[in-house]
């Protein structure tokens, strides 16, 4: 049986491209371009890639860079994408588990971004493979995983349905009944959507949110040497946003 993260975006990649929080890929290239140095030499994996915003915008930008990510019909549009930009050269879409990759310290950079697999997995266990998976695709040293996540401090102090409510915008996917878990920091809400071919549907859906200190503990585990934790906003990562209990995710940057 499909888990709701699998079944969500199947025939969703039309309808992904209008959601609210896929508006700051601009933004968020820049700060990438800006922490690997504008160096082209380098190879960056995109794990998670959906329809291959970041993936399509680095890869113009002149980086080479693979896309993976598990959804068909989000790879299919990355590639739609890809073909008008006629970047193929600089660019690999593929389909893999991020559970489960076959690279071996082939890239210099890893980037997980919009809550890209991490924290939706159904154990910790399987959002620890991730990270695992993650860390084993780059190479051993001088290299760097930069991702986002959930914040666990914010649901302490906000209520996550009213925060994700005032989020809705044209896209229209439509989050509720949300639930959030003091015990095992996880939300649990119902998703509905009507997908690419107006289809109407609904999913019981479930996220783990993260506090730093975990998330030290498991890059360090990892072997990253180096971990920076920021505040992280739509399109403006910086590193001079201190992460707050404001913050509705969080930007990490490992290094090893």
């Not at 991730?130 to 001088?142: F, P, S, V």
């Not at 071919?197 to 999913?203: H, L, P, Q």
């Amino acid at each position: 049986m499909k888990q709701w993260y699998e079944s969500l975006f199947e025939n969703y990649g039309n309808k992904y491209e209008k959601e609210c929080y896929v508006k700051g890929t601009i933004g968020e290239c820049d700060f990438i371009e800006h922490e690997i140095k504008f160096n082209k030499n380098i190879k960056i994996l995109d794990i998670a890639c959906g329809t291959g915003r970041h993936s399509i915008e680095l890869s113009k930008r002149g980086y080479n860079i693979t896309g993976i990510d598990l959804s068909d019909s989000m790879l299919n549009k990355a590639r739609e994408k890809a073909n008008i930009e006629k970047i193929d050269m600089r660019l690999s879409l593929e389909k893999h588990d991020a559970r489960n990759l076959p690279f071996h310290s082939e890239f210099d950079l890893a980037i997980m971004l919009c809550e890209g697999g991490f924290p939706l997995m159904e154990t910790d266990e399987m959002n620890f493979e991730i990270l695992k998976n993650a860390r084993k695709a780059i190479k051993e040293t001088g290299c760097k995983l930069i991702f986002t996540t959930l914040n666990g401090l914010f649901p302490l102090y906000h209520s996550v349905k009213d925060f994700l409510c005032s989020q809705k915008s044209e896209g229209n996917m439509e989050q509720g009944n949300s639930t959030f878990d003091l015990m095992t920091f996880r939300d649990y809400n119902k998703v509905k959507l009507v997908d690419d071919f107006g289809v109407e549907k609904e999913y019981k859906c479930n996220e783990r949110y993260y506090v730093p200190s975990e998330i030290r503990w498991m890059l360090k585990n990892l072997g990253f040497t180096k971990i920076d934790i920021f505040g992280a906003k739509l399109g403006a990562f910086s590193r001079n946003d201190r992460l707050t209990t404001e913050d509705f995710e969080m930007l990490v940057i490992a290094e090893n």
